[in-house]
Structure formats: structure tokens, C-alpha cells
């Protein structure tokens, strides 16, 4: 409310159109639709894992993948520098070894974004795995159905408003990221420096701007909340 | 061309050992009370379950010898299985359905549709090809996981409960259909069910299991002549009345028997001659006095001997005709039952079974 009151609606038009506002919205989009992708093409096995396999430390991996969501994204930023920093684990390896450097890159954002909005979308598909009947399977591989084909024909389809769900939720997560962004790939524009970078940076300038950037964010989060309808609580 | 099989499968701490063989051509069926081991087997027949020790061997090839290491997956055995929930897949429209195995076998879409077009119409849901599962009736849904299990040809075909979901009226109808697809099936036919009459009108073998363990394999006949437990002569006590019938009307007939007489839903087969009216004693109920009522069939008679098992007793009646009533313990109590107690028995018509001598 406070922020509908605060906007500068006059401005507001000028403000979103400016190259600032439209370099990090389209950074923004890119970088979320990326992370989202991203969390469910590695978010299915997890998910698959967890719902349905039997190994020991399930618990553990669980808990490891659920993190993220609780941990102040700060802390998530530390640690991936931590890992792929010029100086981290895997960073200076891929320095020495390909001269790759991911940390100020827009790689980087998405990597930051991925690693909050992975949690979301596992969860959301482990839940649609356990809804799933699993007998389902094993009745395609009585009708000579492979893994593979089983997963195309019969778990992905049945599967189809979970996905779209874990996807948008994902998609969201990763649109507002803004703790691990900014500490790990920094605050770039046109690289790194995505809305909610953008809305941090105004705020210490131009406030208004920043108001009117927040709005736009706020927007284009409640569209994709209404246009998914409460799917995922089904 | 024959099923061997002999295994021991653990499911959790419940251990299921089988021993039995079944031949190509003819129908055998898994006979037992529920939880005796019966979908256990089948899953293990299936590959879902390995066994812990044992063989499944079909026409030569060994499926499961955990011994030697060899473990068939169940997508690479040749076996078709309809399910007790038969488990279409919900997504997918009937003719997709039946289509699903060839299509997994690479079958290009055109060909596939086509042999499942064919099967469907067969089985007489030929119409009903576009329709989802969830829109079909329970008999529609029946016939179209047959025709899904069926159309990749396996060499052993796997029926688990195939008739229990449907309604008295479905049933007759549905079995009609199992039958003649039976008898056309030329590979190894197991039968999985806990309704003695399903077995022995469909199976020409019966494998009784209780607990877990094989009690006895034989024909009908010979089980019935000689039963082994008490499970075993329990299942072949199903009343069974031969006759000849008269119409009633309204879809009823009259059944006239050397020892009674019965009201029968008619049979629209039925041109003349002898048919067999079966009534399960679980569908007879007793009454200290003249029931009031719908059921057609109403009998007296005197309780000749009552037979506790569990929680419940069979009572057998010198009525006109003799019948066998299965009763709660309750029942046993509130009625006073005991052998020389003077009781009614009523049934419904619809609740009687008629079959071809």
C-alpha cells in the first residue's frame, strides 16, 4: 500500500522506459527464465530421487536441498563465491584450466537465482511424484514401456500442471533474487544488475525511481501468480 | 508351451512360496481368500517383484533364477496383465490405451491404431475408442485393459481379479467376453481370484492358496470330490441347482429343479434345456421369521449344521432347495442358530448366477 502511495505515477511511464529500467528488466527475464529452466531440468531427477528411491541418507539429501530456503540468500551468495570464485574451489580451476572466470558474469546471476529457486521447484515436483500413482509405472513396464518411455508418455503428461507450477514458482523465486545476486555476481549493469539490483541502486539515488521499479517488479510477479491460478495447490 | 513356477517372495515380513505349473491353452487359475498371496505372485510373475529364491520359467526361458543371477526386467517379458484396478492410463483415450505396448515396441502410430482399432471392436468397445477411462463404464473399461494386455501378443496372459469390480448385471456379460478370449488365446492363461465361482467357470485348473502357501492343485472336480483344508471344500460349497427354465416375466424366470424351485434373472441365451443357477452363501440371509421385503426367494428350512470359521459360519438348511448361507457370528448369535433351529433364508433374483451346463 505504502508503495502504491509512494509511486511517482506521473513519472512512472519515464522511469520504466529509461535504458536502465529496460536493461535490467530484460536481464531480469532472462536470468529467471534461465534459473527456472534450469532448476527443472535438475530439480525432475532430484525429485524423482526423493520420491521415489530408497537409499540411505535420504533425509540428509533432503535437508541439503530444502536449505536454500532458508538460509539468508546472503549466505547462499558467500557460499557459491566460496565454490566459484577466482580464488573458490571450483572457480580456480576453471580459471587455470579454461581461463573462465563465472563470478560478474550474467552466468553468475543465474547460478545465484538457481540455487534459491531449485528448492522450490523439487519440492513442488516431489509432491506431484507422490500424488502420482506409481503403479501407473509399473503397469507401462508390463506393457514393455522403457524407463524413458514410461517418463514421456506417461509421468511427464500426468505430470503436465505440477511442472507449470514448479516452473512458474521457480521463475518468481528467481525473478526477485537479490541477497546472493548482488554478493556473488555483483551489481553490473547490463550483466548482473537485474530489477531488484536496479531498485537497491535507485533507492540510494532517486528514490521515486526506485519506487517506480518496484512497482513494475511487483507487476510482473502478480500477473504470473494470477495467470497460474493456484495450480500449484492442487 | 508351459509356466513353471516355483518361488519363494517376501513382502515385508509376509513370505509367499509357490510351486506350480501351468500349460499353454488352458486356463489356471490362483484360487485364495484375500491376502493369501495372490497379487504377490502375480507381481512376481510380472518381474514388479524379483522373488528372493526360486525359478519363473516360460517356455524355456528362465525369467527369474535369482540363484544364477538372471532377472528378466518386466518391460522385456513377454506377459500381458490386467490389473484388479486395471490401471489405464487416465491421459490417454481407449485406443491410445491398447495402442501404449505396440507403440512402446516401436510400432509405427498408423499400424498400432490400426490393431488396436481391430481388437477394440472385437471385444465389442469398438465405439468407444475415443473416450478417456474415467468416461467409460466399468465393463467398457474391463474390456479395454483386456484388449490393452492382449495386443502385443504375449505368450502368457495375466488376469488379476478381472471381474470382482463389476456389478452382478456387468459380470455375467464381462465374463461372457474373458471367456471367449480365453479360449482364443493360445499361450499360458493365469487367473488370479478369491470368487470360486469365477474360478471354476473360467479355469480349467485351480492353484488354492492360503497364507501364503499352495494347499492344492486340481481340477474343479477333483478338488470338489476331494477337498484338502477347509478353505478348499468352503470355496467348492457354492449352492449350485440344476434345472430347466420357465419365463416370469419382467426379466425373471422360474428355475425348476428336481429338489426346488428358484426365481432367476432370464437369461437372454437361454432357449431351452438345463441351465445351472449358482448363489454365493454370502448372499443369503436369515430371518427368525417370514422376511418382508423385495428378495424373490424366500425359503424355509432347518438348520442342519453350523460351521464357525473366524469371524463367520456356514449354516447349512434342509430348504427345498438344500442351501448353504455364510453369516457373521453375530447373526449365529442374535438368531439362535444351531443345528434342528427352524430359520428363513431370502435371496434376491439378481443375485443368482446362471450358466451353460
Known amino acids: 500500500m505504502g508503495l502504491i502511495v509512494r509511486t511517482p505515477w506521473s513519472r512512472i511511464g519515464e522511469i520504466i522506459a529509461s535504458e536502465t529500467a529496460l536493461t535490467a528488466l530484460r536481464l531480469s527475464l532472462v536470468v529467471a527464465t534461465a534459473a527456472a529452466a534450469i532448476s527443472l531440468v535438475l530439480g525432475f531427477p532430484i525429485a524423482w530421487a526423493l520420491a521415489r528411491a530408497e537409499f540411505r541418507g535420504k533425509t540428509f539429501v533432503r535437508t541439503l536441498v530444502v536449505l536454500p530456503l532458508v538460509m539468508p540468500p546472503v549466505v547462499a551468495g558467500v557460499g557459491l563465491l566460496a565454490a566459484f570464485g577466482r580464488r573458490g574451489v571450483v572457480g580456480s580451476w576453471l580459471y587455470e584450466a579454461f581461463g573462465v572466470q563465472v563470478t560478474f558474469t550474467t552466468g553468475a546471476a543465474v547460478l545465484a537465482a538457481t540455487f534459491v529457486s531449485l528448492p522450490l521447484a523439487v519440492l513442488v515436483l516431489e509432491v506431484g511424484l507422490r500424488g502420482l500413482d506409481d503403479r501407473l509405472e509399473d503397469a507401462a513396464s508390463t506393457l514393455g514401456a522403457s524407463r524413458a518411455y514410461t517418463l514421456r508418455r506417461v509421468v511427464l503428461p500426468l505430470m503436465g500442471s505440477q511442472i507449470a507450477a514448479a516452473l512458474v514458482l521457480a521463475w518468481a523465486r528467481a525473478l526477485g533474487e537479490f541477497g546472493a545476486t548482488i554478493t556473488f555476481a555483483g551489481n553490473l549493469q547490463g550483466r548482473t544488475q537485474t530489477l531488484p539490483l536496479a531498485v537497491f541502486e535507485r533507492l540510494q539515488t532517486d528514490p521515486e525511481a526506485a519506487f517506480a521499479v518496484s512497482m513494475l517488479l511487483i507487476g510482473l510477479a502478480f500477473v504470473v501468480i494470477l495467470g497460474l491460478r493456484g495450480r500449484f495447490l492442487r | ?270 432357449e431351452a434345456g438345463e441351465v445351472i443357477a449358482l448363489v454365493r452363501p454370502v448372499d443369503v440371509t436369515l430371518w427368525p421369521h417370514r422376511p418382508e421385503g423385495s428378495a424373490r426367494n424366500v425359503l424355509r428350512g432347518r438348520v442342519t449344521s453350523v460351521a464357525v470359521d473366524g469371524e463367520r459360519a456356514r449354516v447349512r438348511l434342509a430348504s427345498t432347495p438344500p442351501l448353504v448361507a455364510e453369516v457373521t457370528l453375530g447373526s449365529v448369535e442374535r438368531l439362535g442358530l444351531r443345528a434342528g433351529t427352524d430359520v428363513w433364508a431370502s435371496f434376491k433374483a439378481v443375485e443368482v448366477e446362471l450358466l451353460r451346463p
Open chain 2, 1 to 270: 508351451m508351459t509356466l513353471a513356477v516355483d518361488l519363494t517372495t517376501r513382502r515385508g515380513t509376509f513370505a509367499v512360496e509357490a510351486g506350480f505349473e501351468a500349460p499353454a491353452g488352458s486356463t489356471t487359475a490362483l484360487l485364495g481368500p484375500n491376502g493369501s498371496g495372490k497379487s504377490t505372485i502375480v507381481s512376481s510373475i510380472a518381474g514388479l517383484v524379483p522373488p528372493e529364491v526360486g525359478t519363473v520359467v516360460l517356455d524355456g526361458t528362465v525369467l527369474d533364477g535369482p540363484a544364477s543371477g538372471v532377472y528378466v526386467p518386466p518391460e522385456r517379458r513377454p506377459i500381458g496383465v490386467v490389473f484388479q484396478d486395471l490401471l489405464l492410463f487416465p491421459h490417454l483415450s481407449a485406443l491410445e490405451n491398447v495402442a501404449f505396448p505396440l507403440r512402446a515396441r516401436g510400432v509405427r502410430r498408423a499400424e498400432a491404431n490400426e490393431r488396436s482399432d481391430r481388437l477394440l471392436r472385437r471385444l465389442e468397445v469398438g465405439e468407444r475408442a475415443d473416450a478417456r477411462p474415467r468416461d467409460l463404464s466399468g465393463g467398457e473399461a474391463q474390456r479395454v485393459a483386456l484388449a490393452r494386455a492382449l495386443v502385443a501378443e504375449p505368450s502368457l496372459l495375466l488376469l488379476d481379479e478381472p471381474l470382482s469390480a463389476l456389478d452382478v448385471g456387468t459380470r455375467a456379460r464381462v465374463r461372457d467376453v474373458v471367456r471367449d478370449e480365453l479360449e482364443r488365446f493360445g499361450g499360458v492363461r493365469i487367473l488370479v481370484t478369491h470368487d470360486p465361482v469365477e474360478a471354476s467357470t473360467l479355469a480349467e485348473r485351480l492353484v488354492i492358496l492360503e497364507n501364503g502357501r499352495v494347499t492344492q492343485i486340481g481340477t474343479p472336480e477333483e478338488i470338489r470330490s476331494a477337498p484338502r483344508s477347509r478353505y478348499a471344500a468352503d470355496l467348492v460349497g457354492v449352492n449350485a441347482v440344476r434345472g430347466v427354465l420357465e419365463p416370469l416375466g419382467e426379466g425373471t424366470g422360474r428355475l425348476i429343479a428336481n429338489e426346488g424351485e428358484l426365481v432367476v434373472p432370464w437369461p437372454e441365451w437361454y
